[in-house]
Protein backbone atom coordinates (compact mmCIF):
# COMPACT_ATOMS: atom_id res chain seq x y z
CA UNK A 1 0.00 0.00 0.00
CA UNK A 2 1.09 3.74 -0.96
CA UNK A 3 -0.42 6.79 0.22
CA UNK A 4 0.79 10.11 -0.12
CA UNK A 5 -0.07 13.81 0.92
CA UNK A 6 0.89 16.28 -1.04
CA UNK A 7 2.49 19.69 0.48
CA UNK A 8 0.28 21.77 2.83
CA UNK A 9 0.70 24.39 5.23
CA UNK A 10 1.09 21.63 7.78
CA UNK A 11 3.10 19.42 6.46
CA UNK A 12 5.02 21.72 3.95
CA UNK A 13 6.89 18.82 2.42
CA UNK A 14 4.23 16.29 2.09
CA UNK A 15 3.54 12.86 3.64
CA UNK A 16 4.01 9.86 2.36
CA UNK A 17 3.56 6.53 3.47
CA UNK A 18 4.41 2.71 2.25
CA UNK A 19 3.45 -0.24 3.90
CA UNK A 20 5.31 -3.78 2.83
CA UNK A 21 4.58 -6.53 3.76
CA UNK A 22 7.61 -10.09 3.93
CA UNK A 23 4.68 -12.61 4.69
CA UNK A 24 5.86 -16.01 3.35
CA UNK A 25 9.84 -15.29 3.86
CA UNK A 26 12.46 -17.34 5.67
CA UNK A 27 14.74 -15.82 8.10
CA UNK A 28 17.43 -15.64 5.75
CA UNK A 29 15.48 -14.00 2.89
CA UNK A 30 13.80 -10.97 5.86
CA UNK A 31 17.19 -10.81 6.99
CA UNK A 32 18.72 -9.92 3.67
CA UNK A 33 15.76 -7.69 2.43
CA UNK A 34 16.34 -6.08 5.92
CA UNK A 35 19.97 -5.48 4.67
CA UNK A 36 19.32 -3.96 1.61
CA UNK A 37 16.32 -1.42 2.84
CA UNK A 38 18.66 -0.29 5.91
CA UNK A 39 21.26 0.43 3.52
CA UNK A 40 19.30 2.33 0.98
CA UNK A 41 17.37 4.04 4.06
CA UNK A 42 20.79 5.32 5.45
CA UNK A 43 21.92 6.63 2.29
CA UNK A 44 18.57 8.68 0.97
CA UNK A 45 17.13 9.79 4.24
CA UNK A 46 18.67 12.70 6.50
CA UNK A 47 19.13 11.70 10.09
CA UNK A 48 16.58 13.68 12.28
Request: charge should be negative; glycine fraction near 6%; proline fraction near 8%.
Amino acid sequence: MVAHTPPAAVHPEGVAMMVLTTYGQTDEEFAALEARWTAWWSGAVPAA
